[in-house]
């Protein structure tokens, strides 16, 4: 479990082919690995991966084709920025909101605008998504939580900060790119409730 709340911003250091997935490299210095073990989880873009190597500032996770076929990670490259969390303790402060790192779909960068000192930025997520995000519930994209301001159909808008843009790929991210979208665990869970 994670809380949205990113730690660091590390880079892509490789994408090495492995028996048909990919092994994917990360420089995580900002992260610090000292603590880090083998089969720890990390979210790397909001994507939950197991640490299978460290080497110095590097952490290495072995990624499979469903993971890369459901999430934005294939189209990452050497010297991509991604969001970085290690996993969350018992006693760790939740600053966010739960954050599984199951990711459920990939969404795209509609628009950015100014709104005063902040940025207005709106996605759109696959339609089968859209009824899972609500105006002031939570929502993590590519790793990182945020608040929902409204919804429109498939589209719906944040507010970032400029702290929030300025410590995650936020401030790398345009108009078009893919984002890594998972919804509230909660809302999930109430859905298959009610299903029955």
Not at 38 to 62: E, K, N, Q, Y
Not at 91 to 100: E, F, I, P, Q
């Amino acid at each position: 479990m994670f809380s949205g709340i990113v730690q660091s911003v590390g880079k892509i250091a490789a994408m090495e082919p492995r028996g048909g997935d990919v092994r994917l490299v990360v420089d995580a210095d900002g992260l610090g690995v000292d603590g880090i073990a083998l089969g720890d989880s990390i979210a790397v873009a909001g994507v939950c991966l197991t640490v299978v190597a460290i080497d110095a500032t590097r952490l290495a996770f072995d990624v499979s084709n469903e993971t890369l076929a459901c999430t934005s990670l294939g189209s990452l490259v050497v010297g991509s920025g991604v969001n970085l969390e290690k996993a969350l303790r018992l006693a760790d402060r939740l600053d966010g909101h739960l954050v599984s790192g199951h990711v459920d779909g990939v969404g795209r960068v509609l628009a950015i605008e100014p709104d005063a000192r902040s940025q207005r930025w709106t996605f759109e997520v696959p339609a089968e998504l859209a009824k899972y995000i609500a105006g002031k519930g939570s929502v993590c994209i590519d790793g990182t939580s945020l608040t929902v301001n409204q919804t429109d159909g498939a589209r719906f808008g944040v507010n970032l900060i400029p702290h929030t843009i300025a410590v995650t790929t936020f401030k790398d991210r345009r108009v078009g790119d893919a984002i890594n979208v998972e919804i509230d665990l909660i809302a999930r869970y109430v859905e298959r409730l009610l299903r029955g």
